[in-house]
């Protein structure tokens, strides 16, 4: 047994939460929401490292500079976001995808842990793009639960595809439920951000 993965079974024997997980495909997005706390990230890689699977999350900018968390960010695989100005993340992202064997991608779309109205859409071009199925993973405070049920194909049709995810994440809260909320992309109720979402695809 590796040592990630000997850490991820010594944290899950001792903890209060339970890591619940379906089998993963060997090319996926994998999504975590609500994202409420640092704790979701933890929850996520500890699943990871208890499959020992590799995977790579997107994090923010900061984090990455931060010398407290720079190492824990390398180590848990992250990528730096520049959310200013993130454009070229997930046409590379895409690419990296379609040329590799396996392939597993941790987003927080909600982007943040305060609140927000919409999520952010990148998981869903990623998605289009590469036609890889999207995990629904998720952090749940009243069943002190973690980890990954179900994955779904994405359509293209925005308004049916974020009620399958809104009906996955219903009633789920994170560590702070007050932060939690109701997952929603601009594109539903935005024609512009519509069109740039599905455009050329």
């Not at 047994?1 to 060997?26: H, I, N, Q």
């Not at 824990?72 to 976001?81: N, P």
């Amino acid at each position: 047994m590796g040592l990630k993965k000997f850490v991820a079974k010594t944290y899950m024997r001792f903890s209060r939460w339970t890591c619940v997980t379906d089998p993963l495909p060997e090319k996926v997005v994998l999504i975590g929401a609500p994202h409420t706390s640092n704790w979701d990230g933890f929850f996520m890689v500890m699943a990871f490292w208890s499959i020992d699977r590799d995977y790579k999350f997107l994090v923010k900018e900061s984090l990455v500079k931060n010398p407290l968390t720079r190492p824990l960010i390398r180590l848990a695989h992250g990528i730096a976001v520049n959310r200013s100005s993130s454009n070229g993340i997930v046409g590379s992202i895409v690419e990296e995808a379609k040329n590799s064997d396996e392939f597993a991608l941790v987003i927080a779309p909600k982007g943040t842990r305060a609140n927000r109205e919409y999520w952010r859409s990148g998981f869903y071009r990623i998605c289009l793009e590469t036609g890889l199925p999207l995990q629904l993973g998720f952090v749940d405070r009243q069943r002190r639960e973690y980890g990954w049920r179900h994955s779904i194909v994405l359509t293209g049709d925005v308004e049916a595809d974020m009620e399958k995810i809104r009906s996955f994440y219903e009633g789920k809260l994170g560590k702070r439920p007050q932060y939690s909320n109701v997952p929603r992309l601009r594109a539903e109720d935005d024609v512009e951000a519509r069109e740039r979402l599905l455009g050329g695809i």
